[in-house]
């Protein structure tokens, strides 16, 4: 693991000139924190549901799903990752063939059937997912006449819940029929926010329905975080887009940053997360920071 000093480097963060404890200033304006190694678990389950979700396109869902999901895998934790995007981006990011398999499309259509199914191992130790493929792309025409339309995932992911320590739902850009059905299903939602003009276009709406979503269908759900994705540290543009974001969303900012950089589009195309592709790498040490983070904050057991 990468020290706490080169960590900050590596996504821009500066030693606070004078304090006294020389603790770094990370890239959101507050002291960069390396936060511990999670506990051992004792058991696994009941799991903690988290999507990550922005209708704005090209926004690091997909990554951050694949990454954290090996993070948390990498730290003991039991991990499911449901794509729930017709592009079946997550499925392939993680090497797995979507061809003429059963898919989550599956589960959603035939409440009598199995999760476990459908759920294939990947590579990673601890990490299993729920493919997608292009038929998802049916299912919101399939459900509209549904008795609780709403709740269908949920109570598909609610079969396999004790069996995994967290799910991470990977949504489609698109606050559409599925992307409620996820958000009715999570504990709490992670958004991904590229740092990029008009990365807070949009955001406003996204937060709107998952206010919709707490009052109508599932009061209990949290924001568990707002990660700031694609941070180039060298660019005022990126510094001055980050800075607007935790003016808009304060301590909901996580601290973890995660730096732009080709290593991603890379690891994609050989169909292993980051944290495999080049574990050395800063942004392979961003996402195991991220997955300690969110332990740290009580969102992942
Ligand atoms: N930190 C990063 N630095 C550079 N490229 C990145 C980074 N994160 C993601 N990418 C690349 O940006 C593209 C979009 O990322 P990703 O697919 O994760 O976004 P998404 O929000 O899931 O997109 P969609 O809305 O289409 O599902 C991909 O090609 C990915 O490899
Ligand atoms: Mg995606």
């Known amino acids: 693991m990468a020290s706490k000093r080169s960590t900050a480097e590596a996504t821009g963060a500066s030693t606070a000139a004078g ?41 690091g869902k997909t990554t951050t799903t694949i990454n954290l999901a090996a993070g948390l895998a990498s730290y003991g934790r039991r991990v499911l990752a449901v794509d729930f995007d017709p592009q079946g981006a997550l499925s392939a990011g993680l090497g797995v063939q979507t061809h003429e398999t059963a898919t989550i ?25 729920l493919p997608a493929n292009i038929d998802l792309s049916a ?27 967290v799910i991470l739902i990977d949504c489609q850009p698109s606050l559409g029929l599925l992307t409620v059905n996820a958000l009715t299903a999570s504990h709490g939602v992670l958004i991904p926010l590229e740092c990029e003009f ?27 975080g707002v990660l700031a994705t694609m941070y180039d540290p060298r660019t ?10 935790v003016d808009a969303f304060g301590d909901d900012v996580l601290e973890t940053v995660i730096g732009r950089t080709v290593k991603f589009p890379d690891a994609s ?10 574990p050395e790498h800063s942004a392979a040490q961003a ?15």
């Open 19 to 59: 304090s006294a404890t020389d603790t770094p200033m990370g890239p959101t304006g507050r002291p960069y924190h390396g936060f511990p190694t999670p506990p051992k678990l004792d058991g696994h389950g009941p799991a903690r549901i988290i999507s990550l979700c922005n209708q704005k396109g090209g926004v």
């Open 105 to 129: 499309y599956d589960l959603l259509l035939d409440p009598k059937r199995d999760p476990n199914e459908v759920i294939v191992t990947t590579s990673v130790d601890g990490l299993d997912i």
């Open 139 to 165: 299912a919101e025409v399939h459900l509209v006449n549904e008795v609780a339309r709403e709740t269908i995932l949920a109570r598909v992911l609610r079969k396999v819940a004790g069996d995994y320590d």
């Open 198 to 224: 008009f990365a807070l276009r949009g955001v406003a709406l996204l937060i709107e329905t998952i206010d919709k979503v707490r009052d109508r269908l599932n009061p209990a759900i949290q924001l568990d």
């Open 236 to 245: 005022l543009h990126s510094r001055e887009v980050l800075e607007r974001v």
């Open 269 to 278: 195309v050989a169909g292993v997360p980051i944290t495999k592709f080049a």
């Open 287 to 301: 996402y195991l920071r991220l997955a300690r983070e969110l332990v740290a904050r009580g969102a992942v057991a």
